[in-house]
């Protein structure tokens, strides 16, 4: 398994933008897959989006499309959620996770199919 580790979350406000970056303690995301996760209070966990090492995106939730992008660096080192226009209800735990495959998974096997996952880090949208 792999140490995950989020960065670049806090607060903003409505209409702004945040960017969100995941590491892999010690190696790099060559021949994994990673996804970005969010858990809102009281609300179960949902998938955002995942990228696999060839840079093909898969994106899970249709009220952040167009918002929210994921992207991965050159050298496989880290990757990242940029978020833009958030709105107040993307306030929520964003989580990391990665999993040694070659594509990302459905949606309904999402929040299972990934083996590591990282902390999270908290985004807040509010004024």
């Known amino acids: 398994q792999l140490q995950l580790v989020e960065s670049g979350g806090g607060l903003v406000q409505p209409g702004g933008s945040l960017r969100l970056s995941c590491a892999a303690s010690g190696r790099t995301f060559e021949d994994y897959t990673v996804g970005w996760f969010r858990q809102a209070p009281g609300k179960e966990r949902e998938a955002v989006s995942c990228i696999n090492s060839m840079g093909t995106i898969t994106d899970y939730l249709d009220s952040v499309k167009g918002r929210f992008t994921i992207s991965q660096d050159n050298a496989k080192i880290m990757v990242d959620l940029q978020m833009n226009s958030v709105k107040p209800e993307d306030t929520a735990i964003y989580y990391c996770?990665?999993?040694?495959?070659?594509?990302?998974?459905?949606?309904?096997?999402?929040?299972?199919?990934?083996?590591?996952w990282g902390q999270g880090t908290q985004v807040t949208v509010s004024s």
């Open positions: 996770a990665a999993d040694w495959a070659p594509w990302c998974p459905e949606a309904k096997d999402a929040s299972t199919d990934f083996t590591s």
